[in-house]
C-alpha cells in the first residue's frame, strides 16, 4: 500500500481538484500541519493527525495506507521530499498543488527558469547573496513573519542593493503582494522576491596583505576538490582559499586563525561571499570539538607533524588535505609528511612581469611547495 501525499494551497478544500478532493475525503487517517488540517471540512471521516514539533520525529508514525497533507508542491522543499529522505520504506503517490514558487513568479511576471530559489526554512539562507551578487532574481521560501527583515539584513551586511517584495498567503482570499518595509508585520506564509538593482557585482576579498594569490589560490582550490560539505582552513588570513572553495560547489567553511583582527576579517569576507561558515580563534583547532566533519582540508599556515596526523585521522574516506608552504623548513617538514602518509609533492613558481630600465622583465616569486594527501576509500 502507498502513502498518499496531497498538495493544498492557501485557497484550501475549494482549491483542490476533484481527484485530491476524493482520496482526502476517502482517508482513513491524515497527518498534517495544524494549519494544513484547518482546511479541511468538518465532515471528514478522517482521524487528523497534527505534526508534532520538532515534526521530524513524528514521521515514524506515517502508516501504509494513510494519507499526509502538504503545503502546495508537496516535493518541493516540502514534506514530500522529506518522506523520501527520512522514510524510504515508504511508497508514495504524490497529488501536487502549485507551489508558492509558481504562484510568485506568476504574480510578478518573471519566467521561473530565470528565477533562483533559497530557502531560508531551517536553513541558512546564505545562497541568497551568491544569487543577487551574480544579479539573478530569487524568490526565497520564509520560515516566519520575521524572514522579510533577516533577509534584508543578511543582503545590507553583504552590501549589496536589491529591491524586495514580500508575497503573503498566495492564492488565498487574504493574498497580499507588497514591497517590503521594515517591521511592516508580515503574515507567517509568505515567500520574498528579490530583485537586484544591478548586474553582477564582483567579489574582491577584504585583506591586510595575508591572502594566498588568486593563481595559487587556483590551483589550490582544484586541488581541494570542491563539494557541497565543509572544508577546514587552518591559518585563513583572510579566508580567501576556504571561501574560494564553497562558492565553487556550494559548500561551508571552518576557518582556524589565531589573530582575532582577522578572523573577523574571515567573518566578513563569508558574509558577503554568501557562504556558511563558522570561525575558530585559535593557533589549531581542537579537532576533539563539535565542528562539522570536513569533506577536504587546508593548511596554509602553522603545518606540523601533530596537526597533519591530527587531520589524516578525521578525514573521511576519500577526503583531502592539501597544505602549502614557502619556508625551507616547511617544505622539508611537507616532504617528510608526503614520505610518511602518502599523496604527492608539487612546486609552483610563478613569475611576474615587472619595469627594469626602459623595459621589462620577469621577477620570480618564492616558490609554494604543496602536498595533497587524498585518504583511501576503504
Given at each position: 500500500m502507498t502513502v498518499v501525499v496531497v498538495g493544498i494551497g492557501a485557497d484550501g478544500w475549494s482549491g483542490l481538484t476533484e481527484g485530491s478532493r476524493q482520496e482526502?475525503?476517502?482517508?482513513?487517517?491524515?497527518?498534517?500541519?495544524?494549519?494544513?488540517?484547518?482546511?479541511?471540512?468538518?465532515?471528514?471521516?478522517?482521524?487528523?493527525?497534527?505534526?508534532?514539533?520538532?515534526?521530524?520525529?513524528?514521521l515514524a508514525s506515517v502508516r501504509p495506507g494513510e494519507h499526509v497533507l502538504a503545503s502546495g508542491d508537496p516535493m518541493f522543499?516540502?514534506?514530500?521530499?522529506?518522506?523520501?529522505?527520512?522514510?524510504?520504506?515508504?511508497?508514495?503517490?504524490?497529488?501536487?498543488?502549485?507551489?508558492?514558487?509558481?504562484?510568485?513568479?506568476?504574480?510578478?511576471?518573471?519566467?521561473?527558469?530565470?528565477?533562483?530559489?533559497?530557502?531560508?526554512?531551517?536553513?541558512?539562507?546564505?545562497?541568497?547573496?551568491?544569487?543577487?551578487?551574480?544579479?539573478?532574481r530569487v524568490i526565497a521560501l520564509s520560515e516566519s513573519g520575521a524572514t522579510p527583515d533577516a533577509l534584508a539584513d543578511l543582503l545590507a551586511e553583504a552590501a549589496l542593493a536589491a529591491d524586495l517584495t514580500v508575497l503573503e498567503q498566495l492564492g488565498g482570499e487574504r493574498e497580499r503582494v507588497r514591497p517590503w518595509h521594515r517591521g511592516a508585520g508580515v503574515d507567517d506564509l509568505n515567500v520574498v522576491a528579490v530583485e537586484p538593482r544591478a548586474g553582477a557585482v564582483p567579489f574582491e576579498f577584504e585583506h591586510d596583505g595575508q591572502i594566498t594569490k588568486s593563481d595559487i589560490r587556483a590551483v589550490t582550490v582544484a586541488a581541494l576538490r570542491p563539494s557541497s560539505g565543509w572544508v577546514?582552513?587552518?591559518?585563513?588570513g583572510s579566508g580567501s582559499v576556504g571561501i574560494s572553495w564553497a562558492l565553487a560547489a556550494g559548500g561551508s567553511v571552518v576557518a582556524v586563525e589565531r589573530r582575532a583582527d582577522r578572523a573577523d576579517r574571515v567573518r566578513r569576507n563569508a558574509a558577503r561571499a554568501g557562504v556558511r561558515n563558522e570561525v575558530v580563534v585559535a593557533d589549531s583547532a581542537d579537532l576533539s570539538t563539535d565542528l562539522p566533519r570536513p569533506d577536504a582540508i587546508f593548511i596554509g599556515g602553522g603545518l606540523t607533524e601533530?596537526?597533519?596526523?591530527?587531520?589524516?585521522g578525521i578525514l573521511p574516506p576519500g577526503g583531502r588535505l592539501v597544505a602549502n608552504t614557502v619556508t625551507v623548513?616547511?617544505?622539508?617538514?611537507?616532504?617528510?609528511?608526503?614520505?610518511?602518509?602518502?599523496?604527492?609533492?608539487?612546486?609552483?613558481?610563478?613569475?611576474?612581469?615587472?619595469?627594469?630600465?626602459?623595459?621589462?622583465?620577469?621577477?620570480?616569486?618564492r616558490?609554494?611547495?604543496q602536498w595533497i594527501y587524498v585518504k583511501e576509500e576503504v
Amino acid at each position: 500500500m502507498t502513502v498518499v501525499v496531497v498538495g493544498i494551497g492557501a485557497d484550501g478544500w475549494s482549491g483542490l481538484t476533484e481527484g485530491s478532493r476524493q482520496e482526502l475525503q476517502r482517508a482513513r487517517v491524515i497527518h498534517g500541519a495544524p494549519r494544513q488540517l484547518q482546511y479541511l471540512p468538518a465532515d471528514l471521516a478522517a482521524d487528523l493527525r497534527p505534526w508534532p514539533s520538532p515534526m521530524i520525529p513524528g514521521l515514524a508514525s506515517v502508516r501504509p495506507g494513510e494519507h499526509v497533507l502538504a503545503s502546495g508542491d508537496p516535493m518541493f522543499y516540502g514534506i514530500g521530499a522529506t518522506l523520501t529522505r527520512h522514510r524510504p520504506d515508504l511508497v508514495l503517490r504524490v497529488l501536487p498543488h502549485l507551489s508558492s514558487f509558481a504562484l510568485a513568479c506568476a504574480r510578478l511576471g518573471w519566467p521561473a527558469q530565470d528565477v533562483v530559489v533559497v530557502s531560508a526554512v531551517a536553513r541558512d539562507p546564505a545562497p541568497l547573496v551568491q544569487a543577487v551578487r551574480a544579479g539573478r532574481r530569487v524568490i526565497a521560501l520564509s520560515e516566519s513573519g520575521a524572514t522579510p527583515d533577516a533577509l534584508a539584513d543578511l543582503l545590507a551586511e553583504a552590501a549589496l542593493a536589491a529591491d524586495l517584495t514580500v508575497l503573503e498567503q498566495l492564492g488565498g482570499e487574504r493574498e497580499r503582494v507588497r514591497p517590503w518595509h521594515r517591521g511592516a508585520g508580515v503574515d507567517d506564509l509568505n515567500v520574498v522576491a528579490v530583485e537586484p538593482r544591478a548586474g553582477a557585482v564582483p567579489f574582491e576579498f577584504e585583506h591586510d596583505g595575508q591572502i594566498t594569490k588568486s593563481d595559487i589560490r587556483a590551483v589550490t582550490v582544484a586541488a581541494l576538490r570542491p563539494s557541497s560539505g565543509w572544508v577546514w582552513d587552518f591559518g585563513a588570513g583572510s579566508g580567501s582559499v576556504g571561501i574560494s572553495w564553497a562558492l565553487a560547489a556550494g559548500g561551508s567553511v571552518v576557518a582556524v586563525e589565531r589573530r582575532a583582527d582577522r578572523a573577523d576579517r574571515v567573518r566578513r569576507n563569508a558574509a558577503r561571499a554568501g557562504v556558511r561558515n563558522e570561525v575558530v580563534v585559535a593557533d589549531s583547532a581542537d579537532l576533539s570539538t563539535d565542528l562539522p566533519r570536513p569533506d577536504a582540508i587546508f593548511i596554509g599556515g602553522g603545518l606540523t607533524e601533530t596537526l597533519a596526523a591530527a587531520c589524516v585521522g578525521i578525514l573521511p574516506p576519500g577526503g583531502r588535505l592539501v597544505a602549502n608552504t614557502v619556508t625551507v623548513e616547511g617544505q622539508t617538514r611537507a616532504a617528510l609528511l608526503c614520505a610518511r602518509f602518502g599523496g604527492a609533492l608539487r612546486s609552483y613558481t610563478v613569475a611576474d612581469q615587472r619595469p627594469l630600465g626602459a623595459g621589462t622583465a620577469w621577477e620570480p616569486r618564492r616558490p609554494v611547495v604543496q602536498w595533497i594527501y587524498v585518504k583511501e576509500e576503504v
